[in-house]
């Protein structure tokens, strides 16, 4: 086979179907007979200039997705393939990789580079190819090294950096790779291919470089060579340089003082005179000062010291000079920049950059920006009057409501006047302002309200005509109404003020939402969303016939969403994307009156809702799906008992749902539904609790599913067993063990990685909301059947609450299920408790809490426990 793997590489790539089919099964039959022989003859392939590019090509990538892949249970999988795979084996295999770096040909020498760091990233953790790095080094230090190997050299460093952690590294072997990296950066003595690597491959390496960076002369030397390159003849290397010193900007931000004069004037050169992605990279290295400094101050915010938090003020020294240049950049916006949501230019930078100055020292900016806002924002040059109130949205957000509610009241009628410009740019960036206004500024109960009985019929007949504006101007418009809505959301006495407005709002949206000169999804779907929110925040009674006549109208645009003529598969996802849309908003109307006496709106019409989104369902869509099991929830929890008619023809695709491992958000959306369906069914579930249990244990035994759906499941054996009261007691033998493992693997869960942490507490939130729920659901009958399991349960409460890093919802499930075990299993529990003093802490931990809901759950546990301990 080693001999023909050339064929067969050229022939897995061969234009002809049938020639492509056998060569891949080839390749798969020689994988799977002999793996360790398969992967070697791939990197002597790599390796071997004599062979085609594209046999090399093809070789190097299998390789390299033999090592890695992006799913964590398929990555585990190939580590332990890897691991045992003959050592003897590997040998060969990492030399004839590091033999590539000196290849003639760029391609293979960079897929070497990829593959020598995948391999980095399984051994060096283990402590496995210390000699990597002095390798790779030798490489830069021999006498006569090309160019080529040398560059191929910095970005395998490079690479390797960026698999592997810090920790993984001696100190001595961090400063050979950053001595060696600084020097590749040297102008004088290399080509700009080898600086370009060096800079990248600094860039990898800085998070190593904790140490180099706290000491004094070793941090100047380095910063000193940035800054050199930062002003090198090459863009791309200027760029790069850039690139780390906004990483050095986040990951040093406390050493950078002595150095904060040399990166103004560099960056200030750069935004103003060097090419576009050099220059973003200057603003960004503000807009990353402005992050670090934002998150120190929220740091601080609670605790006493608040005002001297900031020791450095990097951006309050540099304001003076900082905001200018930036205002600068609002004027060079590009000509159809409006079109396209996603574009990212100066303007766009700088307008950015200056939102977060705003935030960062507050008031401190409004009388920087405003001169510029008002000497530009009335001229004939569209551009001066757009960046003027792209300027005066920006700092929005930030300075206090003392500071601008002025300037909102003098400024806004001018902005409702500007919605008729002639430009479609500064329409939309003033329909954008209007929109911050309203979700920053606008709060009816304020004492100097900035949206009035008097200002509002303005303010909503521009919008209403607005709305009508191109389809750019029209979505700005949209998020406008939807932060106005929103503001009246608390307002009790003035929520009434919209009322009136609501059937034009409720018009204009669907008329949006139905536009033909627009193919922009991106404006149905806000048309849509404003929709739901205008309902979710509308005040009932006044409103419910209306939001009943709107259910009726959607339910209606549901139907016809059946009738569309499917030829292409992107008629299909036009299709799916306007069910999924219409299922939010039917999902925002139930849930909307079913908590009002409109509620027999609802069961009116509980019949026709669930024969439509049956056949939404057949329609097989992933992201139907979803808002449509959504909406289901709602209607389950709306319709109550009545809502048992519908499961016999509903179960076949909530069972679909439970199965679909690969969409994992259906998955877990449809858990979320059982909960709902257990709360509204209560027994009558009962005739469907075998399937879905068998499905949620499937679930739970599934490595491919996605992990963040197991911690509802566990609360969802809580939502079946309070159903299903003593019925539960089949499930137990499996419910209960799966509980147990679950409650072991948390105390084995990396909590120094942040994700990690994050699982940790959905999962033991999980699990302590399912022992709620079963405890509850036996309190009346055959509570003696989990006696066995209380004190493996109070062990784990135990080792929860010594536990610092739970987050508050644990902390209240972990009190909650104690105080469910004293309550179910009564005196059967007393020389527990008595021998678990642990409870005793934990509860008088929780009554120093701020929190009236986990003292008011404290309080009744409590008493449960004593009522137990007296017994």
Not at 503 to 512: Q, R, T
Request: with cysteine.
């Amino acid at each position: 086979m080693a001999m023909e793997i050339t064929e067969v590489l050229l022939a897995a790539q061969s234009p002809d179907g049938q020639t492509r089919t056998v060569a891949e099964g080839n390749l798969k039959q020689f994988q799977e007979q002999n793996l360790p022989y398969y992967l070697l003859s791939l990197s002597v392939e790599l390796s071997n200039d004599h062979k085609p590019p594209e046999s090399r090509r093809l070789a190097g990538l299998i390789l390299k997705n033999s090592l890695d892949a992006k799913d964590s249970v398929r990555k585990e999988e190939l580590t332990q393939q890897w691991v045992s795979v003959d050592p003897m084996i590997k040998v060969q295999i990492k030399e004839s990789l590091l033999r590539t770096l000196g290849s003639s040909v760029s391609e293979a020498r960079h897929t070497s580079s990829q593959a020598i760091a995948k391999v980095a990233s399984i051994e060096i953790p283990r402590r496995e190819w210390q000699e990597l790095i002095a390798k790779l080094l030798n490489n830069m230090t021999q006498q006569d090294a090309p160019a080529s190997l040398k560059q191929a050299t910095l970005e395998t460093l490079g690479y390797v950096c960026e698999e592997i952690s810090p920790q993984d590294l001696e100190q001595d072997q961090v400063n050979a790779v950053l001595t060696a990296v600084v020097q590749g950066m040297n102008q004088m003595e290399h080509s700009p291919e080898v600086r370009l690597a060096a800079v990248r491959a600094l860039y990898n390496a800085l998070d190593f470089a904790q140490t180099n960076f706290e000491n004094e002369l070793e941090r100047n030397f380095i910063m000193k060579v940035v800054c050199e390159t930062a002003i090198s003849k090459e863009m791309e290397i200027r760029q790069a340089a850039y690139e780390c010193l906004v990483s050095i900007a986040s990951t040093y931000y406390e050493l950078l003082e002595p150095y904060m004069q040399t990166l103004f004037n560099l960056t200030a050169s750069a935004v103003r005179g060097d090419e576009e992605p050099v220059a973003l990279q200057a603003i960004e290295f503000w807009s990353t000062i402005c992050d670090e400094e934002i998150e120190i101050q929220e740091e601080y915010e609670g605790s006493d010291d608040g005002s001297s938090s900031l020791q450095f003020r990097f951006i309050e020294k540099a304001l003076p000079s900082l905001v200018p240049m930036l205002l600068e950049t609002l004027l060079k916006q590009e000509e159809d920049q409006d079109q396209d949501d996603g574009v990212w230019n100066l303007s766009m930078a700088g307008g950015t950059c200056l939102g977060l100055i705003a935030r960062t020292v507050g008031d401190a900016v409004v009388p920087l920006v405003m001169p510029f806002v008002e000497a530009n924002i009335t001229k004939s040059d569209w551009r001066s009057r757009e960046a003027a109130t792209f300027a005066f949205g920006s700092i929005l957000e930030g300075p206090s409501f003392e500071k601008l509610a002025p300037l909102v009241h003098a400024g806004l009628d001018f902005l409702l006047n500007a919605m008729k410009d002639q430009n479609s740019h500064v329409k939309d960036t003033t329909a954008w302002t209007l929109g911050r206004i309203f979700e920053l500024l606008h709060s009816p109960t304020s004492a100097h309200p900035v949206i009035t009985s008097a200002n509002l019929p303005r303010i909503m007949s521009v919008l209403l005509e607005s709305i009508r504006d191109v389809p750019n101007v029209a979505e700005k418009v949209c998020g406008a109404i939807y932060s106005l809505a929103q503001g009246y959301e608390y307002a009790e006495s003035s929520s009434s003020l919209l009322t009136p407005y609501l059937g034009d709002i409720i018009s204009a949206l669907l008329s949006a939402a139905d536009r033909a000169d627009s193919d922009n999804s991106r404006l149905r779907a806000s048309a849509y969303e404003t929709l739901n929110e205008v309902v979710r925040c509308s005040s009932i009674p006044e409103t419910s016939n209306m939001i009943a006549q709107l259910l009726h109208e959607i339910l209606n645009r549901l139907s016809q969403t059946l009738d569309i003529q499917i030829i292409s598969s992107d008629d299909r996802e036009k299709q799916s994307d306007l069910q999924a849309l219409l299922c939010g908003v039917i999902q925002v109307i139930v849930q909307k009156l079913s908590n009002s006496d409109a509620k027999a709106v609802i069961v009116q019409s509980a019949d026709q809702m669930m024969i439509l989104f049956l056949k939404v369902f057949a329609c097989r869509s992933s992201t139907v799906h979803e808002e449509a099991m959504l909406a289901i929830g709602a209607l389950a929890y709306a319709t109550g008992a009545e809502f048992a008619k519908y499961m016999s023809e509903f179960y076949k695709y909530l069972e679909m749902g439970l199965q679909n491992f690969e969409e994992y958000q259906v998955c877990s959306i449809s858990v979320g539904v059982i909960g709902d369906i257990c709360r509204a069914l209560d027994e009558k579930v009962l005739p469907f609790c075998d399937g879905i249990m068998s499905a949620l244990l499937k679930d739970l035994s599934n490595s491919l599913l996605h992990r963040s759906v197991k911690p509802p499941i566990f609360s969802c054996f809580g939502d079946i067993a309070l159903a299903i009261g003593e019925h539960f007691e089949k499930y137990v033998p499996y419910a209960i063990p799966m509980l147990q493992g679950a409650a072991e693997l948390c105390s084995r869960l990396d909590i120094s990685d942040e994700d990690m942490l994050d699982y940790g507490n959905q999962l033991r939130r999980g699990i302590f909301e399912a022992w709620s729920g079963i405890l509850q659901g036996f309190k009346s009958a055959k509570a003696e059947l989990l006696m066995p399991y209380a004190s493996h349960l109070l062990q784990f409460t135990e080792a929860v609450f010594r536990d610092k890093s739970r987050d508050d919802g644990v902390t209240k499930a972990a009190v909650a299920v104690m105080g469910d075990l004293a309550d179910t299993l009564g005196p059967n529990t007393k020389v527990l408790f008595k021998d678990c003093t642990f409870h005793v802490d934990f509860l008088g931990e929780c009554f120093q809490s701020n929190d009236d809901q986990l003292k008011e759950t404290a309080t009744w546990t409590q008493g449960m426990i004593k009522r137990v301990l007296v017994s």
